[in-house]
Every structure is written in structure tokens, then in C-alpha cells.
């Protein structure tokens, strides 16, 4: 493990146990505490924030994914070089809706947009 990613696996720790803190801390302030929680209530306040995180981490890589398309993609059906854009769509995840950014292109040609892909062969 190089000193960078090492440095990056401290961060993270740092901050999820940041997040921890300021979850209970909203727990504590809307008196969820007040009484001795029930366990299932905590794990349900726990899963909820690590379903949030889930939802962040799938949009922005959708995003990283989306900047990696070509600014152009030949048409799988007639050849012809085409603009891509990105377009954004929101899917059910297992963790609950994410919006996702994907890159796509129209052919005027064909009148069909595809899916570019990052190699640039049209097929994904
Ligand atoms: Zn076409």
C-alpha cells in the first residue's frame, strides 16, 4: 500500500467515524435517547445513513464514469460520427433511488441514440 492510498484509508476512517458521531448526535438531540434505545432502532438509524452513502457513491461514480465518454461515438448501426452528451435518469438501487449520470449519443441519421462506450466501438 503506497503512502497516497494509505492516506486515503486514514481519511475515510476519519470521516465515517465523524459521520458516526454526528449521527448519534442528531439521535441524541431529537431524543432517541431519552430512554434506552431500542437495538433495532439504532441499526435502522445506521442503515438508513450507510443506504445515503451507498446513493452518493453510485451518483458520483456514475459521474466519473459519464467524464470518461468520448465527445464523439460512431453510430453502431450506420457508422456516423456522433455528439455525446450526458443525460441523467434516476434507477431504483437496492439502496433506494439514485440519479444517475450517463453519457449518451444521437444519431440523426438513424434517429436512435446509444451508449457510447469509453472505447469508443459503440457497444456496451
Ligand atoms: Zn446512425
Known amino acids: ?4 492510498n494509505q492516506a486515503r484509508q ?3 476512517r476519519q470521516l465515517l467515524q465523524e459521520l458516526a458521531e454526528l449521527h448519534v448526535e ?3 438531540q431529537a431524543g432517541g435517547f431519552d430512554q434506552t434505545p431500542h437495538f433495532g432502532t439504532i441499526e435502522r438509524a445506521a ?4 443506504s445515503r452513502l451507498s446513493r452518493e457513491i453510485q451518483e458520483r461514480a456514475s459521474r ?4 470518461d465518454s468520448p465527445s464523439e461515438a460512431p453510430c453502431p448501426t450506420c457508422g456516423a460520427s456522433c455528439e455525446v452528451t450526458t443525460k441523467r435518469r434516476t434507477v431504483k438501487s437496492l439502496d433506494g433511488p439514485v440519479e444517475l449520470t ?12 446509444f451508449f457510447p462506450s469509453a472505447d469508443g466501438d459503440g457497444t456496451r
Open 102 to 113: 450517463e453519457a449518451v449519443a444521437e444519431c440523426c441519421r438513424c434517429r436512435r441514440s
Open 64 to 67: 466519473e464514469v459519464a467524464a
Open 1 to 4: 500500500m503506497d503512502a497516497e
Open 26 to 28: 442528531e439521535m441524541v
Open 47 to 50: 442503515s438508513g445513513l450507510g
Open 10 to 12: 486514514q481519511r475515510k
